[in-house]
């Protein structure tokens, strides 16, 4: 198993650009979730997902949206970049009812300017 | 969610072991204390759950008292390539719950040297 992959792993956007970060997991874990991490600092919940088509918000939810139409894939779009978006984005599994620890992606580094 | 408070940074050296004490004050009748780890620009790695007195597995130790309002996280003989942040959660992430919430802190920061 590749357990859970991020694309792209670095990206520059510039201010108002739009972009999607991707998210796959193959373990077929029900629960997935998008956290974001500022330097120095732990990591924040922005959205998850108890299964396909079911999402809400966590923490820091304004400035992103997510989808869930397959088990797999959990895409994190993120309209109208601000300098405030800069910061590493994690995204994370677990299968709830089997366990209840959670397997995070190597991480996104965006850098919005 | 209950708040959990734990040193910002600890130093240590290789072979010795390391305790990180967390505490959760308010800690509820269904939250468990979890432990993460992690490394420079990686995600975070499970390293250990419990709910009351001690849980050990391959990688750590956690102690917890019988109030519950502390816990404490044990590493046997660190070594360099221990060196990383842990975090202390608490939280209702028990076998029986639906949605497992995770509120990450700051973490601390163990530094092991030779």
């Known amino acids: 198993n590749a357990g859970v992959t991020q694309t792209p792993k670095f990206r520059i956007l510039k201010i108002g650009q739009s972009m999607t970060l991707q998210c796959t997991q193959d373990?077929?874990?029900?629960?997935m979730y998008w956290y974001r991490q500022d330097p120095g600092m732990g990591l924040k919940l922005i959205y998850y997902?108890?299964?396909?088509?079911?999402?809400d918000k966590g923490e820091v939810p304004n400035g992103y949206n997510v989808s869930r139409s397959t088990t797999e894939d959990f895409p994190l779009r993120l309209e109208l970049a601000a300098p405030s978006q800069t910061s590493v984005y994690f995204c994370?599994?677990?299968?709830?009812?089997?366990?209840?620890?959670?397997?995070f992606g190597p991480g996104t580094r965006l850098t919005v300017t | 969610l209950a708040k959990t408070t734990q040193p910002i940074s600890m130093d240590s050296y290789e072979g010795q072991e390391v305790n990180i004490t967390c505490s959760h004050n308010?800690?509820?009748?269904?939250?468990?204390i979890t432990w993460y780890q992690q490394f420079p620009s990686q995600g975070p790695r499970f390293i250990i759950q419990?709910?009351?007195t001690k849980v050990t597995n391959e990688v750590a130790s956690l102690f917890i008292p019988a109030d519950r309002k502390s816990s404490t996280l044990s590493l046997p003989r660190v070594s360099l390539s221990d060196t990383a942040v842990y975090y202390c959660?608490?939280?209702?992430?028990?076998?029986?719950?639906?949605?497992?919430?995770?509120?990450f802190g700051t973490g601390t920061r163990l530094l092991v040297s030779p």
């Open positions: 373990m077929n874990h029900n629960y």
């Open positions: 997902s108890v299964g396909a088509g079911i999402t």
């Open positions: 959660l608490v939280g209702d992430t028990g076998p029986n719950t639906g949605f497992q919430k995770l509120v």
């Open positions: 308010n800690i509820a009748t269904n939250d468990y």
């Open positions: 419990g709910y009351k």
């Open positions: 994370a599994s677990t299968n709830r009812g089997i366990s209840y620890e959670q397997y």
